[in-house]
Structures are given as C-alpha cells and as structure tokens.
C-alpha cells in the first residue's frame, strides 16, 4: 500500500509527485542536518551526553543554524563538542569554532579553538563534581572575523 501511494499506482495517482518530493524533502533535511553523532572523545572512548542539544544561529530563522553544542561525561570528565552542520561546510567558507565547559562560579575550562574543523572536542575537564554548561562558538572568517556567535547548553549539576 506505502509503494502504491508513493508511486501512484492504484487510487492514488495524483498525489506521487507531492509524496516523491515529500519524502525526498525528509531524506535531505535528515542527511543535510549536520546533526552531531559524537561517541566518543579524544583520549578517552564511549562518553554518554547530558543534557540538551544547544544550537548555534546566525540569523533568526532555523535554516541559519551552523552548529550543534552539546556536553558529554566520561573518563571521570566533562567535555564539550561542537559540531558544524554540513549546510555550512559545503559553503567551503573559512570559519573558526571553540568549546569550553563553563562551571558555575568558575572561569571557563579546557578550551579548544580549531579552524574549519567540523567536529571540535574540548580538553576534559575535573568538573563533574561541579554544575556545568557546555559552550560552543562560532565565527564566519570571510562574513565578518570580529563577531563570533556563541551558545551553551543548560546547566547540568
């Protein structure tokens, strides 16, 4: 019945191009998503996220997302991660990213700052302890190198 209704066999032969282009609609934004599949951070292996994912924008409208931030524990360690969408990447723009863990009452820790990386980790940090924030910045190299947008995740104590 799915394959009738997609190809328009059958009864329902008006609706194949809108159900072609629908479902071709959704593997493009599930592919092109640049949505962060992290497993495992540098040094330390399988690390398990807490909390929710924070997005980077540039503009107001959802197609302006750059990036994902999110924040991840293990190894007895917190860690950041940015990940650059690839509606971005394929740009071929320069852009610089960081990520940092912000813990409450405390100075930013184990930053990272990398150049057209698309998968950036921050150093982990001994702040598991404490309650955390996971930062993730971005800055357009050739749009405007003074101005660099920033997001957190929420805080996880």
């Known amino acids: 019945m799915i394959y009738r209704w997609l190809t328009g066999s059958g009864d329902c032969r008006g609706v194949r191009f809108v159900s072609v282009a629908a479902v071709a609609a959704f593997v493009l934004a599930g592919l092109s998503s640049g949505v962060a599949h992290a497993e495992s951070a540098p040094g330390c292996g399988p690390v398990t996220q807490i909390g929710s994912t924070a997005y980077i924008q540039t503009g107001?409208?959802?197609?302006?997302?750059?990036?994902?931030?999110?924040?991840?524990?293990?190894?007895?360690?917190?860690?950041?991660?940015?990940?650059?969408?690839?509606?971005?990447?394929?740009?071929?723009?320069s852009f610089e990213v960081g990520t940092a863990i912000y813990p409450d009452g405390a100075n930013p820790a184990g930053y990272v700052r990398a150049r057209n990386q698309q998968a950036n980790w921050s150093r982990g940090t001994d702040t598991l302890s404490k309650c955390t924030r996971a930062s993730g910045t971005f800055v357009d190299l050739v749009g405007d190198p003074s101005f660099g947008y920033q997001e957190f995740t929420d805080k996880r104590c």
């Not at 931030?69 to 650059?84: D, M």
């Open 60 to 93: 107001t409208s959802p197609s302006s997302i750059v990036a994902s931030v999110k924040q991840f524990k293990g190894c007895g360690k917190n860690w950041a991660y940015v990940w650059v969408w690839d509606s971005w990447i394929s740009k071929g723009r």
